[in-house]
Nanobody, 121 residues
Framework: QVEVVESGGGLVQAGGSLRLSCAAS????????MGWYRQAPGKQRELVAV???????NYADSVKGRFTISRDNAKNTVYLQMNSLKPVDTAVYYC???????????????WGKGTLVTVSS
């Protein structure tokens, strides 16, 4: 089994910064993409950023230039550096990892339980 755990959320003023971390552990042979999603109250979950095992990244237009995703493959960890935060960034941030449990296993997506980010105006 695989566990994905996020950390680093909290309360910050507009214009401030936060760094989220997400670690995957358990029966892991390799991890393909890792990503961050968010869900604001009353809204659907949306993609924030994703990074492949090779380091290719993709961002939502709303966070480009403000957020940076990175990963440490040796630690099965992905990070989200969030700068110039706005009240509209307030949401629960979820991490996922596309995990292969063995060399001939298929890929399964695992989700964390989320971490709350609140940006005050």
């Amino acid at each position: 089994q695989v566990e994905v755990v996020e950390s680093g959320g909290g309360l910050v003023q507009a214009g401030g910064s936060l760094r989220l971390s997400c670690a995957a552990s358990g029966s892991i042979f390799s991890i393909n993409a890792m990503g961050w999603y968010r869900q604001a109250p009353g809204k659907q979950r949306e993609l924030v950023a994703v990074i492949t095992s090779g380091g290719n990244t993709n961002y939502a237009d709303s966070v480009k230039g403000r957020f940076t995703i990175s990963r440490d493959n040796a630690k099965n960890t992905v990070y989200l550096q969030m700068n110039s935060l706005k009240p509209v960034d307030t949401a629960v941030y979820y991490c996922n990892a596309d995990v292969r449990a063995g060399s001939v296993s298929g890929v399964m997506r695992y989700w964390g339980k989320g971490t709350l980010v609140t940006v005050s105006s």
